[in-house]
């Protein structure tokens, strides 16, 4: 927040015997001086405002904080701004893009914070500069191994026709439930997410339950440890995920078929796949009306699902940071970003990679 310093000058009296000349002299001497003084303190928040730095809000997950630092490296280098990021759980995140504290984040998950996010879009606080990547997908997956087989493994394929959920029950056996030997296991999300319900639902509507037991990993590692594990021993598994992600990135699953969403199926019997999530860019409007180059730069950055299950899969497997991801993806795909903005801030991007 900024605070707007006022002064105002004014003359003293002289009471001096002098010419005539001579008070004409110190009288346009003073008005010179005021107006002087006058216009460097009208000048300073302008100098001042391009001193604040562009303020990110990174919420907890991985891949908004990557995508933070690539747009924030791209500014840095590129447009010559100063850059910052401020750490913020999701409630106290958009808090501070609405009031300001905060300019930018790359990652507004829409139908999450859907009611917080229209209310802050109708008082004029937000601004959607397009999607980040395409709607991200959610639901059942399978190694694709199991219907493809992988040569290099010397793996077969066991369910070369399975394709969608409704196809399951032919291959039950393939992923037998050791605590329940008489039906097969589906890894659901851990207990306590919303998504853990909605797969009971589905479950039952897809006429599952007589063939399958959901299997509450306990956490969202627990779960990732287990679809590690299955794929590494070239195993059967079924379960709940999403994208993207770096176990996506890192291993080749297969998304179930599912009946296309419709608001009517999601609201009986959840008998159809998962609504995509919609992934947008967002800004605080007033700062972002007043950077159009900026809007520019951001409404021309899209990315691919698979360009991000490359860069959280590359920064699981090195170990990398955030900046270090991001410098990843700014380095491998750089036909992609160069097209975000024009050709002399490319190029001081480039320049600014060099030297890294």
Known sequence: MRGWLTRSFRSSSLSVAMSGRCFTTISFTTVLLTFL???????????????????????SWDSVQVHNRIAGFILEHGFGMSVDYLFADTVPGLLALERGDAHLSMEIW?????????????????????????????????????IEGDPERGIEPRAPELRSVTDLPRYWELFRDPEVPGKGRFYNAPTGWVVHDHNLDKLEAYGLLDTFVPFDPGSDAALVASMAAAYERGQPWVGYYWEPTWVMGLYDMTLLEEPPYTDACW????????????????????????????????????TTLAQNNDVLAYMQSQGADTLEAALYFLRTYEDVWTAWVPADVAERVRTALEGR
Do not use: M
């Open 110 to 146: 829409r139908d999450n914070i859907a009611d917080a996010w229209e209310r802050g879009l109708a008082r004029g606080r937000f601004a959607e500069l397009g999607r980040n990547f395409p709607d991200a997908p959610q639901g059942w997956y399978v190694p694709t191994y199991l």
């Open 267 to 302: 609201e009986t019997d959840k008998a159809c796949a998962f609504k995509p999530a919609e992934v947008l860019i967002g800004a605080h409007k007033p700062w972002i009306d007043q950077h159009p180059e900026i809007a520019e730069f951001l409404t021309n950055y899209e």
């Open 37 to 59: 003084f006058i216009g460097f303190f009208l000048s300073a928040p302008a100098a001042t405002a391009q001193a604040q730095p562009v303020v990110f809000v990174d919420f």
